[in-house]
């Protein structure tokens, strides 16, 4: 089976070309670096030759409201029309939990133009729809720091390592198409400031975190459940202590700690 990763350069991109690869998949790993580009369209319709899936994990280089509704909305199109032209049998992509909750921010617009576009579109489908990624915890406190201080709402987080989307991506890629959206998540619950607030300890920043209910997630108005999946997610299995301290070990000195 020939499966195409638009988008196979990135974060989660180059872990599901792996885990297909040693399933025995024949996979493209797909993005602008190979040639292919879903917003232009070059080299889509070679890339998907006789492809019977297309996974799309690609993100736009810029989160500004106009540019990643535009990104989103023309990249999902092309590859739409380009797979129906070559038969290709399963569009697969990610998206994020609480997409409809978050339509404050132009970068959930565009997600949500995304997915409608796929579920109006001829091709079977499945919509996996993720809690925040591990990997992103750190960059979620910058939009909210003042000085020193990180001002955070006390809301349900369930974040999942970013290898655990990518097993769940892989597995649906050699599945049937659902028709349908799929939650996944983290095996555990949190309250987001705690997170940050343990993230950024164990990198040595100093920034303090400060619960504060009326505060927001990335500019977005955030209430209790609006970040957590349903009750029927599937659920990673790495637990984020187990991976902060493996990344922690791992990870280079950032300018914030070198100063
Ligand atoms: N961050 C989170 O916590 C989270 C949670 C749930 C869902 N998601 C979703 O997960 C998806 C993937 O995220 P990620 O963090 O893996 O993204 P990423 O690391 O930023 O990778 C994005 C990929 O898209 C490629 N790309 C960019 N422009 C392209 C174009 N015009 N044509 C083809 N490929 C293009 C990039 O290629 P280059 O390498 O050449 O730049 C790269 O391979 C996103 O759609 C995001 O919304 C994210």
């Not at 949500?112 to 990997?135: G, H, M």
């Amino acid at each position: 089976m020939k499966i195409v990763v638009i988008g196979g350069t990135g974060l989660i991109g180059t872990k599901l070309v792996k885990k297909l690869r040693e399933q025995g998949q024949e996979v493209v790993a797909a993005s602008p670096a190979s040639g292919v580009n879903s917003v232009t369209g070059e080299g889509l319709a070679d890339a998907l030759k006789g492809a019977s899936v297309a996974v799309d994990v690609t993100n736009s280089p810029s989160w500004e409201d106009a540019a990643v509704l535009k990104f989103f909305e023309t990249s999902t199109r092309n590859l739409l029309d380009y797979e129906a032209a070559e038969g290709v049998g399963h569009h697969i992509a990610l998206s994020v939990v609480g997409t409809e909750r978050l339509l404050e921010s132009g970068f959930f617009r565009a997600k949500l133009v995304q997915e409608n576009l796929i579920k109006a579109s001829s091709i079977p489908y499945s919509i996996v729809r993720a809690t925040q990624f591990f990997e992103f915890v750190k960059a979620i406190a910058d939009p909210s720091t003042e000085g020193n201080k990180v001002r955070l709402p006390p809301v349900l987080f369930q974040p999942m390592a970013a290898d655990d989307v990518a097993s769940a991506m892989a597995r649906i890629a050699m599945s049937a198409p659902v028709n349908a959206t799929v939650e996944i998540g983290g095996p555990e619950q949190f309250r987001l400031d705690e997170v940050i607030r343990r993230d950024l300890a164990a990198r040595k920043d100093p920034r303090e975190v400060i619960s504060d209910p009326h505060a927001r997630y990335y500019g977005i108005k955030v209430s209790e459940r609006t970040l957590v999946p349903n009750d029927d997610a599937r659920l990673g299995e790495t637990h984020f202590e187990d991976w902060l301290n493996q990344s922690t070990k791992q990870a280079p000195k950032t300018e914030r700690q070198r100063a």
